[in-house]
């Protein structure tokens, strides 16, 4: 089975544009989270989505938005870039939601703001 | 609020040596509780998870990690580690009920010497 990928791998862009980052999930899988991970804040969970809902969301502003399609793909929005938004986005697919849940995490998207 | 702590930020050990990394956490309910660790230029992975039974979890390349409900505490130990070990590794909860949110602890830098 083909691990969760996630595209692009790496990405540049400026403070005040948007960005749009991609996961698919593995196959079979319905839910897939979201995570920033920097240096300072550590690992930090953004969103998690299961059957196009919404199910969960982490403590992160209005900027950063999702979505997840019927094909269980998501895609994840940050509007108005800050600076403070360079990190490395990690997805993570899951098959279930809730207990005795395993998820298994992509290579993630490396964003840098400038 | 829920919390992961890891106490040590940075392990330095030789090759054949022990290893015990800390991971303590916060909630009062039920939880999932999971090991990952992430090596050098690759993503995130599962080294072991408890979800019930055996508070002794096995976990892949001779990882264990012992469940300790009335210290809130699920430590990972190595009898021997092995320069390969070299990585960051990962505590994480996940608070019973229907979630995928994993709240991680800080990480362990382990560096091993050969």
């Known amino acids: 089975k083909a691990g969760v990928t996630q595209t692009p791998r790496y990405l540049i862009k400026t403070r005040g544009q948007q960005v749009t980052l991609s996961c698919s999930p593995i196959s079979g899988h319905r839910s897939v989270s979201w995570y920033q991970q920097t240096p300072g804040q550590g690992l930090q969970f953004l969103f998690e989505?299961?059957?196009?809902?919404?199910?969960n969301k982490g403590n992160f502003p209005g900027r950063f938005s999702g979505r997840q399609f019927s094909n269980s793909r998501s895609e994840m929005n940050v509007s108005t870039l800050e600076l403070g938004d360079s990190a490395l986005y990690l997805c993570?697919?899951?098959?279930?939601?809730?207990?005795?849940?395993?998820?298994?995490f992509g290579p993630g998207t490396r964003l840098t703001v400038l | 609020a829920q919390s992961v702590s890891q106490h040590n930020h940075h392990v330095i050990l030789s090759e054949a040596a022990s290893l015990e990394l800390g991971c303590n956490y916060s909630?009062?309910?039920?939880?999932?509780l999971f090991w990952y660790v992430q090596y050098p230029g690759q993503h995130l992975q599962l080294l072991l998870k408890y979800f019930s039974g055996d508070p002794l979890v096995k976990g892949i390349k001779g990882f264990e990690a012992e469940f300790i409900k009335s210290k809130f505490s699920f430590n990972l130990r190595k009898p021997s580690v092995q320069w390969s070990d070299t990585a960051e590794y990962f505590c994480?909860?996940?608070?019973?009920?229907?979630?995928?949110?994993?709240?991680f602890g800080t990480g362990t830098l382990l560096a091993v010497q050969p």
């Open positions: 989505y299961f059957s196009e809902t919404q199910r």
């Open positions: 909630y009062g309910g039920t939880v999932n």
């Open positions: 993570a697919s899951s098959a279930l939601s809730g207990d005795y849940n395993e998820q298994f």
């Open positions: 994480a909860v996940t608070p019973g009920g229907a979630t995928n949110k994993l709240i």
